[in-house]
């Protein structure tokens, strides 16, 4: 009985460790999250935009439309779940992101609610104003079979402008 408990107890924990949050579910009927995790001054009119995915099911392919087009001169796109998971990443400078795998590779599902542990990649971009309003990316995720999955893009905005 102590080692059918201790068994138990073990799975318990390993359970809650493998979701980085325990209220965390995989829920493939979920929305895929997308949004703005943060935007960071690296130097005066240079930012970094860090961009999240929470996702339930595995991605084999995002695009992006940075909205509005008017904050910001697209630089690169780099790093995040997509490097990780060897994506190409695609950019021009009026902010449309493209990102896949020409392995045929994907992004895992989320193991996190966590915005911050679910950076999908990061934006180097040039301000061209002042953030004066809500910014949203219009998304278009793909599945593992090349169908488009549902998403839902949460609006940044600045607080305390």
């Known amino acids: 009985m102590k080692t059918a408990i201790t068994i138990l107890y073990l799975f318990f924990i390993s359970s809650?460790?493998?979701?980085?949050?325990?209220?965390f579910n995989l829920d493939p009927s979920k929305p895929v999250e997308i949004g703005i995790e943060s935007?960071?001054?690296?130097?005066?009119?240079?930012?970094?935009?860090?961009?999240?995915?929470?996702?339930?099911?595995?991605?084999?392919?995002?695009?992006?439309?940075?909205?509005?087009?008017?904050?910001?001169?697209?630089?690169?796109?780099?790093?995040g779940r997509c490097q990780a998971n060897e994506f190409q990443l695609h950019?021009?400078?009026?902010?449309?992101?493209?990102?896949?795998?020409?392995?045929?590779?994907?992004?895992p599902e989320s193991n996190?609610?966590?915005?911050?542990d679910n950076i999908l990649f990061s934006i180097l971009a040039r301000s061209k104003k002042q953030i004066d309003g809500p910014i949203i990316l219009s998304p278009i995720?793909?599945?593992r079979d090349a169908k488009k999955i549902e998403s839902?893009?949460?609006?940044?905005?600045?607080?305390?402008?």
């Open 16 to 23: 809650c460790n493998q979701s980085g949050n325990s209220d």
């Open 152 to 161: 839902v893009s949460i609006p940044f905005e600045l607080i305390g402008k």
């Open 112 to 116: 996190s609610s966590k915005k911050e």
């Open 39 to 79: 935007i960071e001054e690296n130097k005066p009119g240079i930012k970094t935009i860090n961009v999240y995915m929470i996702n339930h099911q595995p991605v084999s392919g995002v695009q992006f439309k940075i909205e509005p087009d008017t904050f910001f001169d697209v630089d690169s796109v780099f790093g």
């Open 91 to 107: 950019s021009n400078n009026k902010g449309t992101i493209l990102g896949f795998s020409l392995a045929g590779g994907s992004i």
């Open 141 to 143: 995720i793909a599945s």
